[in-house]
C-alpha cells in the first residue's frame, strides 16, 4: 500500500471511533509521511495539532495502523505547515467524509408509534450522563434519575419548572430515552402542549374522539413539554384531565415541564393543579459562574474539542442567560474552530457573543486567575489594541483626531496607567507627543464611559485578557 492510502484506510477505521466532525477537524490537510524501520511520520499541519494527536489519537492511530501494516512499532508526528489541501500528500477528506447535516434541530421529527400514536423523536444528544449536575438542578436531576429507573412507581407525575433553556427538555427526553432503553417494548411519548392540542383538534375534527382518547391511553409513559401553553385551551386541558387519569390509575408515568410552578398555571380545573401538585415537583435554575463553566468543559470533553480555560471562562462569565446560551456560543465557537482552524481567543469568542447575543447585559471583569501578568510594554500593548480595532498603528501613534483612532488611543492610554502603572507624562510622549493632562483627561473620560458604555467595557474586558494584563 502506498502512503496516501494506507493513511486513508487509518483514517477509514478512526472515522468508526471519533466522530466524523472529529475527523475533519484534526485529521484534515494531515498526511503519512513516512514508514521507515517500524516507525511512521505524520505530518501535522499546525504546531497546536501535536499534542492534541499526542494525547488523544497517538494510541488508536498506531493500533490502526499496525492492522494494515504489522511491522509499524512507532508513531512519529511533525508538524509540516506546508502541508494544506493542495498538497499531493494530503488526502480530501471532505470528499472521503462529506460531513453530514447533522446540526438540524432532530426534535422536530415525528415517529409512529404502536397503537398510531405519535411521538417527537429523541434526541440522542440529551442523556441524563452529560447533564452537568449542580445545586441548581441537583433534585430535578436525582428525580429525573429515579423515574427513569423505576417509572411509574414514586414520582408521578414528575413535574418540572423552570425558566427557557435551563434543562427541561433535555431531561424529560433523557428519562424518555432512558425507559426505552430498559424496555424496549414499553410505548414512550414524547410531545408538546401544541401536538397534543391539535392532535386533539384533529380528533374533534373528525368526530373520532374515541380513537383520539384510546391511542392515547395505550401509552406507558407520557412527556409533556412544556404544559403552560395550556392555559386558555379550555377543551385541551379537559381532555388532558381525562388522559391523565387514566393513564395514573393505571400506574403508567407521566413526566411534565413547564415554565412556572402548578399553582401559578391558570387552569380551567382546579383538580388538574392538584392532580400535578401530587406528584414531585422540582425546578431548575439559572447555574452560577462555576456550574456554567463546568458545563462548557464537560461540553468540550464531549464533543473532544480543546479550548482554553481563559476562553472558557470567558463565555462562562459573560452569559448568564440562560444554559442554551451558553451552549449556543460555545457551539459557534466550535463552529468557527472547526472551519477556520485558528484556536479561539478571547478577541474572537468576544466578537461571536457581540454577533449572536444581541441582548447580553453586561460584560464585566472576569474574575482574576492565578497566571501572572505577562510583562507587556505600551507598545506591545498599542499592538494589541490597534489588532483589535483592526486600524494602523502610525496613525495611532500620530497627531490624526480622527474619530476611529481617537477611542482606541483613549484605551491605550487608560490600560498604560491602570494596568502597566506608566507615568502620563510617558504615555503622553509615545502617543503622539500629547501632553500629560491631555491623557489625564482622556483617562478620566474612560473612566466615566466604562460605566455605561458595556460596548466599551466588553472591548476593554477583551483587550485585557488578549494582552494578559487584566
Ligand atoms: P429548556 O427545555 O429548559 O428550555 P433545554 O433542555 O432545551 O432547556 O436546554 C437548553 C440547552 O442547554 C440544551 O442544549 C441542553 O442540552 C443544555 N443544558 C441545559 N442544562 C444543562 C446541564 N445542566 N448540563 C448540560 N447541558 C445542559
Ligand atoms: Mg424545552
Given at each position: 500500500?502506498?502512503?496516501?492510502?494506507?493513511?486513508?484506510?487509518?483514517?477509514?477505521?478512526?472515522?468508526?471511533?471519533?466522530?466524523?466532525?472529529?475527523?475533519?477537524?484534526?485529521?484534515?490537510?494531515?498526511?503519512?509521511?513516512?514508514?521507515?524501520?517500524?516507525?511512521?511520520?505524520?505530518?501535522?499541519?499546525?504546531?497546536?495539532?501535536?499534542?492534541?494527536?499526542?494525547?488523544?489519537?497517538?494510541?488508536?492511530?498506531?493500533?490502526?495502523?499496525?492492522?494494515?501494516?504489522?511491522?509499524?512499532?512507532?508513531?512519529?508526528?511533525?508538524?509540516?505547515?506546508?502541508?494544506?489541501?493542495?498538497?499531493?500528500?494530503?488526502?480530501?477528506?471532505?470528499?472521503?467524509?462529506?460531513?453530514?447535516?447533522?446540526?438540524?434541530?432532530?426534535?422536530?421529527?415525528?415517529?409512529?408509534?404502536?397503537?398510531?400514536?405519535?411521538?417527537?423523536?429523541?434526541?440522542?444528544?440529551?442523556?441524563?450522563?452529560?447533564?452537568?449536575?449542580?445545586?441548581?438542578?441537583?433534585?430535578?436531576?436525582?428525580?429525573?434519575?429515579?423515574?427513569?429507573?423505576?417509572?411509574?412507581?414514586?414520582?408521578?407525575?414528575?413535574?418540572?419548572?423552570?425558566?427557557?433553556?435551563?434543562?427541561?427538555?433535555?431531561?424529560?427526553?433523557?428519562?424518555?430515552?432512558?425507559?426505552?432503553?430498559?424496555?424496549?417494548?414499553?410505548?414512550?411519548?414524547?410531545?408538546?402542549?401544541?401536538?397534543?392540542?391539535?392532535?386533539?383538534?384533529?380528533?374533534?375534527?373528525?368526530?373520532?374522539?374515541?380513537?383520539?382518547?384510546?391511542?392515547?391511553?395505550?401509552?406507558?409513559?407520557?412527556?409533556?413539554?412544556?404544559?403552560?401553553?395550556?392555559?386558555?385551551?379550555?377543551?385541551?386541558?379537559?381532555?388532558?384531565?381525562?388522559?391523565?387519569?387514566?393513564?395514573?390509575?393505571?400506574?403508567?408515568?407521566?413526566?411534565?415541564?413547564?415554565?412556572?410552578?402548578?399553582?401559578?398555571?391558570?387552569?380551567?380545573?382546579?383538580?388538574?393543579?392538584?392532580?400535578?401538585?401530587?406528584?414531585?415537583?422540582?425546578?431548575?435554575?439559572?447555574?452560577d459562574y462555576e456550574?456554567r463553566l463546568a458545563?462548557l468543559k464537560?461540553?468540550?470533553?464531549?464533543?473532544?474539542?480543546f479550548i482554553s480555560d481563559q476562553v472558557l471562562e470567558f463565555i462562562a462569565f459573560?452569559?448568564?442567560?440562560?444554559?442554551?446560551?451558553?451552549?449556543?456560543?460555545?457551539?459557534?465557537?466550535?463552529?468557527?474552530?472547526?472551519?477556520?482552524?485558528?484556536?479561539?481567543t478571547v478577541?474572537?469568542?468576544?466578537?461571536?457573543?457581540?454577533?449572536?447575543?444581541?441582548?447580553?447585559?453586561?460584560?464585566g471583569f472576569i474574575k482574576d486567575d492565578k497566571t501572572p501578568h505577562q510583562a507587556v510594554?505600551?507598545?506591545?500593548?498599542?499592538?494589541?489594541?490597534?489588532?483589535?480595532?483592526?486600524?494602523?498603528?502610525?496613525?495611532?501613534?500620530?497627531?490624526?483626531?480622527?474619530?476611529?483612532?481617537?477611542?482606541?488611543?483613549?484605551?491605550?492610554?487608560?490600560?498604560?496607567?491602570?494596568k502597566l502603572?506608566?507615568?502620563?507624562?510617558?504615555?503622553?510622549?509615545?502617543?503622539?507627543?500629547?501632553?500629560?493632562?491631555?491623557?489625564?483627561?482622556?483617562?478620566?473620560?474612560?473612566?466615566?464611559?466604562?460605566?455605561?458604555?458595556?460596548?466599551?467595557?466588553?472591548?476593554?474586558n477583551a483587550?485585557t485578557r488578549e494582552a494578559g494584563i487584566h
Amino acid at each position: 500500500m502506498n502512503l496516501k492510502d494506507l493513511w486513508l484506510a487509518i483514517i477509514t477505521d478512526l472515522e468508526k471511533d471519533i466522530n466524523r466532525a472529529n475527523v475533519i477537524t484534526w485529521f484534515r490537510n494531515t498526511a503519512l509521511l513516512k514508514v521507515e524501520n517500524g516507525e511512521m511520520t505524520v505530518g501535522l499541519p499546525l504546531p497546536m495539532f501535536l499534542s492534541w494527536h499526542a494525547q488523544n489519537y497517538a494510541d488508536v492511530t498506531l493500533k490502526i495502523a499496525q492492522k494494515h501494516q504489522a511491522d509499524i512499532k512507532k508513531i512519529a508526528y511533525e508538524v509540516d505547515i506546508t502541508l494544506n489541501d493542495k498538497d499531493p500528500r494530503v488526502i480530501d477528506l471532505l470528499k472521503h467524509f462529506p460531513m453530514k447535516e447533522s446540526r438540524k434541530l432532530p426534535n422536530k421529527a415525528e415517529v409512529k408509534l404502536a397503537g398510531g400514536v405519535i411521538s417527537k423523536m429523541f434526541n440522542p444528544r440529551y442523556s441524563l450522563d452529560n447533564f452537568t449536575i449542580a445545586p441548581e438542578n441537583r433534585l430535578a436531576h436525582a428525580a429525573a434519575q429515579t423515574v427513569s429507573k423505576h417509572p411509574g412507581e414514586n414520582y408521578n407525575p414528575l413535574f418540572i419548572y423552570g425558566g427557557v433553556g435551563l434543562g427541561k427538555t433535555h431531561l424529560l427526553q433523557s428519562v424518555g430515552r432512558e425507559i426505552l432503553r430498559n424496555d424496549p417494548s414499553k410505548v414512550v411519548v414524547y410531545t408538546t402542549t401544541e401536538s397534543f392540542t391539535n392532535e386533539l383538534i384533529e380528533g374533534i375534527q373528525a368526530r373520532n374522539m374515541n380513537r383520539f382518547r384510546n391511542k392515547y391511553r395505550k401509552i406507558d409513559t407520557l412527556i409533556i413539554d412544556d404544559i403552560q401553553f395550556i392555559a386558555n385551551k379550555d377543551r385541551t386541558q379537559e381532555e388532558f384531565f381525562h388522559t391523565f387519569n387514566t393513564l395514573y390509575d393505571a400506574g403508567k408515568q407521566i413526566l411534565i415541564s413547564s415554565d412556572r410552578p402548578p399553582q401559578e398555571l391558570t387552569l380551567l380545573n382546579d383538580r388538574l393543579t392538584s392532580r400535578f401538585e401530587s406528584g414531585m415537583i422540582v425546578d431548575v435554575k439559572m447555574p452560577d459562574y462555576e456550574t456554567r463553566l463546568a458545563i462548557l468543559k464537560n461540553k468540550c470533553q464531549i464533543t473532544q474539542v480543546f479550548i482554553s480555560d481563559q476562553v472558557l471562562e470567558f463565555i462562562a462569565f459573560n452569559i448568564d442567560s440562560s444554559v442554551r446560551a451558553l451552549i449556543g456560543v460555545l457551539n459557534q465557537v466550535i463552529a468557527q474552530y472547526e472551519l477556520e482552524h485558528v484556536a479561539p481567543t478571547v478577541k474572537s469568542v468576544s466578537e461571536i457573543i457581540k454577533r449572536t447575543q444581541k441582548d447580553i447585559k453586561m460584560i464585566g471583569f472576569i474574575k482574576d486567575d492565578k497566571t501572572p501578568h505577562q510583562a507587556v510594554t505600551i507598545e506591545q500593548l498599542t499592538d494589541f489594541v490597534t489588532d483589535y480595532y483592526t486600524i494602523p498603528k502610525s496613525e495611532v501613534l500620530g497627531e490624526s483626531r480622527a474619530r476611529e483612532y481617537l477611542l482606541p488611543r483613549q484605551v491605550i492610554m487608560y490600560l498604560a496607567k491602570s494596568k502597566l502603572r506608566i507615568s502620563l507624562a510617558k504615555i503622553g510622549q509615545y502617543l503622539g507627543n500629547r501632553n500629560h493632562t491631555t491623557v489625564m483627561n482622556a483617562i478620566s473620560r474612560m473612566q466615566t464611559q466604562l460605566q455605561s458604555n458595556r460596548q466599551l467595557l466588553c472591548d476593554v474586558n477583551a483587550i485585557t485578557r488578549e494582552a494578559g494584563i487584566h
